[in-house]
């Protein structure tokens, strides 16, 4: 048994197509892991190149601690059962079993053994004389399961094993695959392009499109949660309802109105506590998603009321799925209009074509994306918040607290958008909030809080312990007592807008070094052969302008086997934290543009080449050049012409 990981895998044809981009994911031992997506959007691909299949262009893939890049596939101790079966239709089922344990030259004894197990687990037993075109297309798919469950593999490799079979067959052979996974107690990585296999089958799952992973979570969290608008309409049958929406916050409601069409809501603000503050102003489109299960043709069910005109009803028996628009008065066939619903409801309901009907909704479940990304704009552990703030001499009023700015961050008397980065905020500090309880999201820990009326969310390490006190004289409108805490910001990643423009802006967590690689040859003694022998090995430098530092063997190592010869002739970008960067005796000269002075912390704003560069300095620090050292531990390496992660 293994786990498996795959570091920033890339898998790029020589006429420069990208089939997969920077594939990031650990797989736990005995793990379930389904990939699903459209035709075409790389997950075929993924299995392909863990199965050795396919070559790997970049990133590095571990199973079980050993790295198999460039292990041959019947060394990885893997195997892989394919969506045709690829049985020998000249051998009988006990041979098709054997074959593979026969040519690792396995004892008869041992051999019998394990296909004899097999055939028990799967329910073959009687079949084991027969050949396969004698057998029917579930029991053939058993017997190609069957020569994979002998090789007794750390991972089972599985590319839509149920796509021939008939429907009652591919819902037979779910349960049958789900059971053996919990009989054999391994690794199972699972492809498929059919949602409902995804859904029923994985412990967690991975939606791609076009080559880029979508998102990794949970069946529950996927449908429940979607990082976007495509996981949200790819996962759940019938397809999520979409509409072009606006959203205006007025007091503690916000006004949700569907474009086109008289279905306009007040939504409480804390159904929509974690959408981001720009989208409120009653401007900006987005695109409002909610499913068939929450609209009801009972008014009486969901506190939300809207009309729409019926285009025609399925009776599906168990359900009834009825399919109206909520633009009353539109002439659009209702599936090729933008404000078409479909609604779930109880079997046997009918209405007329065109009959106008009310329906109610449930808006706790309502789903948000920015009109042009398609992303999210509520997640469940948001990047920043937008508020309301106050400037006057020097001293930033924000969420009921008066915070003294640093000099880098001086700027006139007056009222700002604040944005602040959920990264920034922690607990400790001067601003006073009401602790709301904490959560988990993802296995993180992520606390609640209220701070003047505004609601944040905040990342907790695992073992951090909140203080919190709770005021038995105060009282809320329920006279419940409220459970204080403080919290802080850090003001350097804040950015202060006015009219939509940045004023002061956020010191940047990251650097970026473009450069060159250049390999160069150095005299060492070495021992050959138990003699101590003068030979020349090759370095790697990294070159920016006219100067270069050498690359750490470990890292110069892992490009080589990601970027090959390439990395000689393409630049090389470095991305690492602000902090990653130093004032060294030897390295890069780097010319000084300004100082950014947070009162406690001091970094150097440089020009390094075409680049900018933020690094701390000391206190006392008044230059024109530094020499900029580089830490390599924890840095990205991205090849930028082709723009691939190496390291």
């Not at 690359?551 to 990395?567: A, D, F, Q, T, V």
């Amino acid at each position: 048994m293994a786990d498996v990981k795959l570091n920033h895998i890339y898998k790029v044809y020589p006429n420069g197509l990208k089939a997969v981009n920077d594939f990031s994911m650990e797989i736990e031992d005995k793990e379930f892991i389904v990939f699903v997506g459209p035709s075409g959007c790389g997950k075929s691909t993924t299995l392909r190149m863990i199965a050795g299949l396919e070559d790997i262009t970049a990133g590095e893939l571990v199973i079980g601690g050993t790295v198999m890049n460039y292990v041959e596939p019947k060394d990885r101790d893997i195997a892989m059962v394919f969506q045709n079966y690829a049985l020998y239709p000249h051998m009988t089922v006990y041979e098709n079993m054997a074959f593979g344990l026969r040519l690792r030259r396995m004892s008869k004894e041992e051999i019998d053994t394990r296909v004899k197990e097999a055939a028990e687990i799967l329910g073959i037993t009687d079949y084991l004389k027969k050949k396969p075109k004698e057998m029917s297309g579930g029991q053939r798919q058993r017997v190609a399961l069957g020569r994979a469950i002998v090789r007794e593999p750390k991972v089972f490799l599985l590319d839509e094993p149920l796509s021939n079979l008939d429907a009652k067959l591919r819902t037979a052979m779910r349960a049958e695959i789900s059971k053996l996974h919990k009989k054999l107690k391994t690794t199972f990585i699972y492809v498929t392009h059919d949602q409902v296999e995804a859904m029923t089958m994985g412990t967690r799952i991975v939606v791609m499109k076009d080559g880029y992973v979508q998102q990794i979570d949970t069946p529950g969290n996927l449908y429940n949660h979607p990082c976007n608008k495509f996981v949200a309409g790819f996962i759940g049958t019938p397809q999520m309802n979409f509409f072009n929406a606006k959203l205006k916050r007025e007091d503690k409601i916000i006004k949700v109105s569907f474009e086109n069409t008289d279905a306009e809501f007040n939504v409480p603000q804390r159904y929509l506590a974690k959408v981001d503050e720009n989208y409120l102003d009653g401007e900006k489109q987005v695109i409002a998603g909610i499913r068939s299960e929450h609209i009801s043709v009972d008014t009486e069910m969901f506190s939300f009321k809207a009309k729409c005109r019926v285009s025609y009803v399925e009776d599906l028996g168990v359900e009834s799925q009825i399919y109206a628009d909520f633009a009353i008065n539109s002439e659009d066939a209702v599936l090729e209009s933008p404000t078409k619903v479909i609604i779930k409801s109880p079997a046997g309901i009918t209405y007329e074509t065109d009959e106008v009907i009310e329906v109610s909704l449930d808006l706790k479940y309502l789903h948000l994306f920015d009109a042009e990304t398609e992303n999210t704009i509520a997640p469940r552990i948001p990047e920043n918040y937008s508020v309301k703030g106050e400037v006057k001499s020097n001293v930033l009023s924000i969420l009921g607290a008066k915070l003294p700015l640093p000099p880098t961050m001086s700027t006139e008397d007056g009222e700002y958008e604040v944005r602040i980065p959920v990264t920034a905020i922690s607990f400790g500090g001067d601003i006073k909030a009401e602790f709301s309880g904490e959560d988990k999201v993802n296995e993180k820990r992520i606390a609640e809080v209220v701070a003047d009326g505004k609601i944040l969310f905040i990342p907790i390490a695992d073992e951090e312990k909140i203080e919190v006190k709770t005021n038995t004289k105060s009282k809320t409108s329920n006279d419940k007592s409220i459970t204080f805490c403080s919290i802080s910001i850090d003001l350097k990643y804040l950015t202060l807008l006015r009219n939509g423009e940045a004023v002061c802006a956020a010191m940047p967590v990251q650097n970026s070094i473009s450069g060159k690689v250049i390999k160069t040859k150095v005299v060492v003694q070495k021992e050959v052969k138990g003699k101590l022998k003068t030979v020349k090995e090759p370095r790697y430098r990294f070159t920016v302008g006219e100067e270069s530092v050498e690359i750490p063997e470990e890292i110069s190592s892992k490009m080589l086997k990601s970027g090959g010869k390439n990395i000689f002739r393409d630049i090389i970008e470095l991305r690492l934290a602000v902090n990653c960067c130093y004032v060294a005796e030897e390295g890069f000269t780097a010319t000084v543009v300004k100082i950014a002075d947070y009162g406690n912390e001091k970094f150097a704003e440089c020009s390094l080449n075409e680049d900018t560069v933020f690094v701390p300095v000391a206190e006392d620090f008044d230059g024109n050049e530094i020499k900029l050292g580089i830490n390599w531990d924890g840095m990205s390496v991205y090849d930028k012409d082709f723009d691939i992660r190496l390291v």
